[in-house]
């Protein structure tokens, strides 16, 4: 029996490298030896955005970032959260099992807290319920389909163990192995990738290679990459260097090396490592832009892909609800 992982990517941004590298591109690895079910977790970005042409396009432009990125959806499991109101029933039942002192402690409520504080605010500024029975939510997610694996960032491990405690919960006072417990896995081989200012690539920081870029676009945004003023002749650092650190989850292992041994013997000024990049990144990333053209040319094909694939996913959901219903009694 092939083990089940199961992801989702909120659509509150134009998607970049980091979530193609960091967690697209090892989903769809991962999905050669999984059953896989990966969606757009759409009703989580409400918390934070309230465009709805936005969550609209955002939505579309995730699809097509799994699609151009390789997703087939006869072979992967492929839907929108909101696709699947199950999700939802099972949201009710495990609030009734979530102690509120988890929520607590939820990283992300946290820091929300802790800047208000500092700024002076009240601590629950700005906090909806939403954003802080947030972990439940994504529980919902996760349990609805009896996942083994959930391949995420490090950010999201600590919401995969609150999942873990919310089922535990569940199945010990029913006395029932009904949810199964998932387990959070890293992306193997990936660090995070750096945007364009050194910082973590991400959208709130405003400091990303959209996926999607023109061949033109990417040029101007590697170019735009911040660099030390170190001249062309000093040798280079390549293990602190923005430019090499993308470099790295482009290039062959090869090509790697033999950039490290340039770096190192001085010699090459930024200018030269940037149009290296540039490079390794235009290769990779044409066949994915090329498809999401193709793509775009037919807006309903995306609709018609993801509502294919919540309406199959609502066939294992419903019957897992049902069993649920029946343990807890409300059938
Ligand atoms: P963002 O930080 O841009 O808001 P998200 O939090 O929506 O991105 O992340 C969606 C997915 O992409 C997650 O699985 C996350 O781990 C991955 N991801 C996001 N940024 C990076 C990065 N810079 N490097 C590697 N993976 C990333
Ligand atoms: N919380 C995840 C993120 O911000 C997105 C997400 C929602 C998710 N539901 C999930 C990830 C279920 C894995 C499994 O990146």
């Known amino acids: 029996m092939k083990k089940i992982s199961l992801t989702g990517i909120k659509p509150t941004g134009i998607p970049h490298i980091g979530n193609y590298i960091g967690a697209i591109k090892p989903a769809l690895q ?5 059953e896989s079910r990966y969606f757009i977790a759409d009703y989580h970005a409400l918390n934070s955005c309230k465009n709805p042409d936005e969550i609209r396009s955002m939505t579309r432009e995730i699809a097509a970032a799994w699609l151009a990125g390789g997703l087939d959806p006869d072979q992967v499991l492929f839907y929108k959260q ?5 999700t939802f029933e099972l949201l009710t039942i495990l609030l009734a ?3 509120k002192g988890l929520m607590n402690r939820a990283h992300a409520y946290k820091a929300m807290l802790q800047s208000n504080q500092s700024a002076g605010k009240d601590p629950d500024d700005g906090v909806n319920m939403g954003l802080f029975t947030y972990p439940v939510l994504m529980a919902a997610d996760i349990l609805l389909f009896d996942t083994d694996l959930v391949p995420v960032g490090n950010d999201q491990f600590q919401h995969v163990e609150m999942a873990v405690d919310i089922a535990e919960s569940f199945n010990f006072i029913y006395q029932t192995d009904a949810l199964k417990l998932p387990e959070a896995i890293a992306q193997p081989h990936t660090k995070t990738l750096l945007g364009l200012d050194g910082r973590k690539m991400s959208k709130s920081y405003g400091n990303t290679i959209p996926i999607f870029s023109s061949e033109k676009e990417l040029r101007k945004l590697v170019m735009k990459i911040v660099t030390n003023s170190q001249g062309i002749e000093e040798p280079k650092d390549p293990d602190t260097c923005n430019v090499f650190s993308i470099y790295q989850a482009f290039a062959s292992p090869d ?4 950039l490290r041994q340039r770096y190192l013997a001085g010699g090459m000024g930024w200018g030269h490592a940037k149009q290296e990049l540039f490079e390794v990144m235009n290769e990779a990333l044409t066949p994915i832009r090329n498809r999401y053209q193709e793509l775009m040319q037919d807006p309903g094909y ?5 509502a294919e694939g919540s309406h ?4 294992i959901a419903s019957a897992k609800i049902s069993q649920l219903r029946q343990i807890v009694g409300i059938d």
């Open 302 to 306: 995306i609709d018609r892909v993801l």
């Open 82 to 86: 909101s696709g699947v109101p199950e």
């Open 97 to 99: 099992f979530t102690p």
């Open 312 to 315: 199959k996913a609502r066939e």
């Open 30 to 34: 991962l999905s050669e030896s999984c």
């Open 255 to 258: 090509q790697i090396e033999a």
